[in-house]
């Protein structure tokens, strides 16, 4: 079965600072995705970016960028320039067809 | 709608009463997830409906849950003689095809809290 593991219950970075979110995921499969998704205080989850396992080039938006390590099956989440309402929690989730799985979660704290 | 749509936001209840959560999923898409989500924990799949297909029902805790959806669109879940173990945020989300790397869009979920 797959699994992900997000190692670091909570996370505090100094506004306008760089942040690096853990994660690795277990699975037997090649062709997959790969994502982080943000849950604010609203319960929301929205989508901060994804990665085909197929696609060696790390994807980017904006001032967030992944460090996609296949082989070590390692998707690890940096955020730039981090901002107050950076804040919240992040989930790493591995999907393959319609099966999504969810790591427990990171808790970012943005210093002002 | 412009997005998922859950209600009711919150629902306290009773050990032993059944409870029902609605979604509201974004108009044409076909792809719908129930997922919990316990206290401190991440998200866990509860149940998956794709367009007119058989649901994906493997992620049930028990025979308790059920979820249903009516003409492609709003689905419920009912829990049945709840427990307090059932204590989470049930989150809904859709997508439009079901294609796996496909964004999801959830709604803000249903807070129960069962005393």
């Known amino acids: 079965a797959q699994t992900v593991t997000q190692s670091q219950p909570e996370m505090s970075v100094q506004e306008a600072e760089t942040v690096t979110l853990s994660c690795t995921y277990d699975?037997?499969?090649?062709?997959?995705?790969l994502f982080w998704y943000k849950q604010p205080p609203s319960r929301q989850m929205i989508l901060v970016i994804r990665q085909e396992a197929y696609k060696q080039q790390n994807a980017t938006e904006n001032r967030f960028s992944v460090n996609f390590q296949k082989a070590a099956k390692s998707f690890s989440l940096k955020i730039s320039d981090s901002q107050l309402g950076d804040a919240a929690m992040y989930f790493c989730a591995y999907r393959r067809e319609h099966d999504m799985r969810f790591g427990a979660g990171t808790r970012l704290t943005v210093k002002p | 709608g412009a997005g998922v749509s859950q209600s009711p936001s919150n629902k306290v209840t009773e050990k032993g009463k059944d409870v029902e959560l609605r979604c509201d999923p974004i108009?044409?898409?076909?792809?719908l997830y129930w997922y919990r989500q316990s206290l401190g924990q991440g998200l866990e799949f509860l149940i998956y409906f794709q367009g007119n297909s058989a649901p994906d029902k493997s992620g049930l805790p028990s025979d308790r849950f059920s979820a249903e959806r009516t003409g492609g669109s709003v689905s419920t879940l009912t829990i049945q003689r709840t427990q307090q173990e059932d204590s989470a945020v049930y989150l809904c989300a859709s997508s439009s095809t079901g294609s796996p790397g496909e964004k999801l869009f959830f709604g803000s979920g249903t807070q129960l809290s069962v005393l």
């Open positions: 699975t037997s499969e090649s062709d997959y995705y």
């Open positions: 108009s044409g898409h076909t792809a």
